[in-house]
């Protein structure tokens, strides 16, 4: 960081004095004040500052993300996040007060944006609760909890559901660039290009995805960006707050293909329960309870394209730009077999898809 008209770097040492010319924190706190880099993610810097009575969570995005090969994008998609996490709190508020029951008592949340800089392209939202923790973390580490797969399925079949046909929102999420420049040029079209005897095919997905144009879609939908708070569930204190998922990162969104979203998560519990084969039916049987709780929720059937679009992102996950960071070699083999017969066969259903991941995994 310069100075208060100079352009902005956020780095921990610098996110203090940025926040206090900006009026969110008074000078004289400056020693009570923390900042702290936060990690898991190749595309923004973020920064978590803690004061006296508020935690903040600053994003500032990179221009060229943070992987082994040349990866730029737009960094006002930071303001594209903004928008759309108001977009998702405004369905988490609706979701929370009339089907909480369907979600087995999990509410969701989005944390609260409290300001966007548009000069230096910065986002700060408040912080969620200390004790919620990466539901990533949790399913590398063998705990599979079926219950917040359901919930986050049933979420997101309502989102999808009440966003279709919103004019408003169309409108507002209809530039795809930040989906093109973070998901179809990294995974699709390099991935392509990576496997010419399957080009035809993934091209052929790829178009369909860019012509589908139908709801709000997250675009990063996935353990990484969903923080568990179980509340009083672990402690048997009824007077605890209501157990509650918190649901992030929201910078890729825009008006897409439902099938986009529903692949990518589902991706992520597929790769899983080949990595940790000790838990492939727990992942499986997580893949399976989101999707039933999607499909329940939504009011449509893509079930076909999200296979389809599963089978590419798999693949994409071991040979496009932002391969999978936790697999080895013969697990990215194994991927690569399942990814290439899916695309390769008439598989269809989600049940399909397990069945061929169990059996090449074996």
Not at 66 to 75: K, M
Request: hydrophobic residues 40%; glycine residues 8%.
């Amino acid at each position: 960081m310069t100075t208060a008209e100079g352009p902005v770097t956020l780095r921990p040492e610098t996110a203090i004095s940025y926040l206090e010319r900006r009026g969110v924190f008074d000078p004289s706190e400056k020693d009570a004040v923390s900042a702290n880099a936060l990690g898991g993610g190749v595309s923004n810097r973020v920064i978590r500052v803690d004061g006296r009575s508020r935690c903040l969570v600053l994003k500032q995005p990179l221009g060229n993300l943070a992987v082994a090969e040349d990866w730029p994008a737009d960094v006002s998609r930071v303001h594209n996040e903004a928008a759309a996490a108001r977009a998702y709190a405004a369905v988490a508020r609706e979701t929370n007060g009339s089907e909480r029951r369907d979600q087995e008592g999990w509410s969701v949340s989005v944390p609260e944006i409290v300001f966007e800089d548009e000069r230096h392209h910065v986002v700060a939202m408040e912080c969620a609760p200390d004790g919620a923790m990466s539901w990533k973390s949790e399913l590398l580490d063998g705990s599979v909890d079926v219950e917040v797969a359901r919930a986050l399925g049933r979420f997101l079949g309502v989102a999808h559901r009440s966003a279709a046909g919103d004019a408003d929102l169309e409108d507002r999420f209809g530039n795809v660039r930040p989906f093109e420049q973070l998901r179809i040029e990294p995974y699709h079209r390099t991935t392509a290009a990576r496997h010419p005897d399957l080009a035809d095919a993934i091209l052929a997905e790829t178009e369909r995805v860019l012509g589908v144009r139908e709801t709000l879609v997250h675009g990063d939908y996935s353990p990484k960006n969903v923080l568990v708070d179980r509340g009083g569930m672990e402690s048997g204190d009824a007077d605890d707050p209501t157990p509650t998922l918190w649901l992030l990162d929201f910078e890729v969104a825009h008006w897409g293909d439902p099938a986009f979203d529903t692949g990518f998560m589902l991706n992520h519990l597929f790769i899983k329960s080949v990595h940790n084969r000790a838990r492939t039916n727990e992942y499986l049987d997580a893949a399976r309870a989101f999707w039933r709780a999607y499909d329940e929720a939504v009011g449509w059937d893509t079930e076909c394209e999200t296979v389809r679009e599963l089978a590419v992102l798999m693949l994409a996950r071991v040979d496009g730009k932002s391969p999978v960071e936790y697999i080895d070699e013969p697990t990215g083999e194994v991927l690569r077999e399942i990814a290439r017969r899916a695309l390769t066969s008439e598989i269809a259903t989600i049940g399909e898809y397990a069945s061929l991941t169990r059996e090449v995994s074996e």
